[in-house]
């Protein structure tokens, strides 16, 4: 008898329903009102930006200013009173501070308003990796001879960027999440395309076509 190629394995199918039902709190069924078009627009405009991320980046901008001019204050208060090292290792966390703040903040606001997944964990990176270690040795090491106004405001600037790292990686989990899930929605959707026009998803052949060389029916 001849072999008809199934457009999708039975396990495949059965691993598929699945994780659609694990992964999707909204899956659509069978009997949904909602078209697969409707259902990918539904998701695509469904906004995930982080409030509480974006009310920090707002803040931050009208406190760095602040901050800024009282740690310059400060170091011109206290710089010869500090070795050359401490001068130069001073001067220069102070400049890289303030050049990856400016494109901190700027990547912060594209990546959280937009939804732009790189931006946002460009955002994170600095955030962690630069600001962080250069803003812990400034409120840290004694010898910098810190004074009370400084250890206040680097404080702050530190309880700032700590909730913006937490706020950050919340965000890029919940983005990541969504990118998954239209990607995931736009794969059964092609399929669903390809088993209505009678064609495989895989490999464009029909669905009823035997892909076994099959001989001839003789007559028993």
């Known amino acids: 008898m001849p072999v008809y190629y199934s457009p999708v394995p039975d396990n495949l199918q059965t691993g598929l329903a699945y994780l659609g ?24 405009n469904e906004l995930v930006s982080h409030l509480p991320l974006q009310m920090l980046l707002y803040f931050n901008i009208f406190y760095f200013p602040c901050w800024w001019f009282s740690a310059v204050f400060m170091l011109e208060v206290k710089f010869h009173y500090l070795p050359a090292y401490y001068q130069a290792l001073l001067v220069t966390g102070m400049v890289l501070l303030t050049v990856i703040e400016v494109a901190r903040l700027y990547l912060g606001y594209i990546g959280n308003l937009k939804e732009k997944v790189p931006e946002l964990a460009a955002f994170w990176i600095l955030s962690f990796m630069f600001q962080l270690p250069v803003l812990l040795f400034f409120l840290t090491d004694e010898e910098i001879i810190i004074l009370p106004l400084e250890r206040a405001v680097h404080s702050l600037y ?8 937490l706020a950050s990686f919340q965000a890029l989990r919940t983005m990541t999440q969504k990118l998954t899930l239209l990607f995931y929605l736009r794969q059964f959707g092609n399929m669903e395309h390809f088993r209505h026009a009678g064609m495989s998803p895989v490999y464009g052949l029909s669905c009823h076509r035997s892909v076994l060389p099959m001989s001839p029916t003789q007559n028993m």
């Open 21 to 44: 039902g694990s992964v999707f709190t909204n899956n659509r069924t069978a009997d949904s009102d909602f078209t697969r078009e409707q259902e990918d627009a539904i998701v695509g």
């Open 158 to 165: 530190l309880l700032f960027l700590l909730t913006q790292i």
